[in-house]
């Protein structure tokens, strides 16, 4: 599943704000005010059509509550990284992750190294 980088900014701050409890209500002003602090300025309308976006992808739900919306995202950050490890595999080694790990462990060794 492709993601752009203001939809991984946002799953991300769906994930740091659910890392203490999985059941909090979740609205688009709670992302927008995630986002800038963590210096991510970006217009509530913008949030809001990146996070329908998600929405359609089946990424995030949207549920309703009073007069108001929310959204759950559906898989966790671990689940989205197996995604898109998969992805990685199987469009540049052919699905051969003995050989992604090669490449990774060849030609990424700096970044390995801390």
Avoid: H, P
Avoid at 63 to 84: C, D, I, L, P, Q
């Amino acid at each position: 599943m492709v993601c752009g980088k203001l939809e991984i900014d946002i799953l991300n701050s769906f994930w740091n704000l659910t890392d203490s409890s999985e059941d909090i209500d979740i609205s688009i002003q709670d992302i927008v005010d995630d986002l800038s602090k963590n210096g991510i300025e970006r217009a509530y309308t913008t949030i809001k059509t990146v996070m329908d976006r998600l929405t359609v992808k089946s990424i995030l739900v949207r549920y309703k509550v009073g007069k108001k919306f929310f959204y759950k995202a559906t898989m966790s950050r671990n689940e989205m990284a197996m995604e898109a490890i998969k992805e990685t595999a199987e469009q540049f080694f052919n699905g051969n992750y003995v050989e992604m790990m090669k490449f990774i462990e060849n030609e990424c060794s700096e970044f390995l190294v801390k």
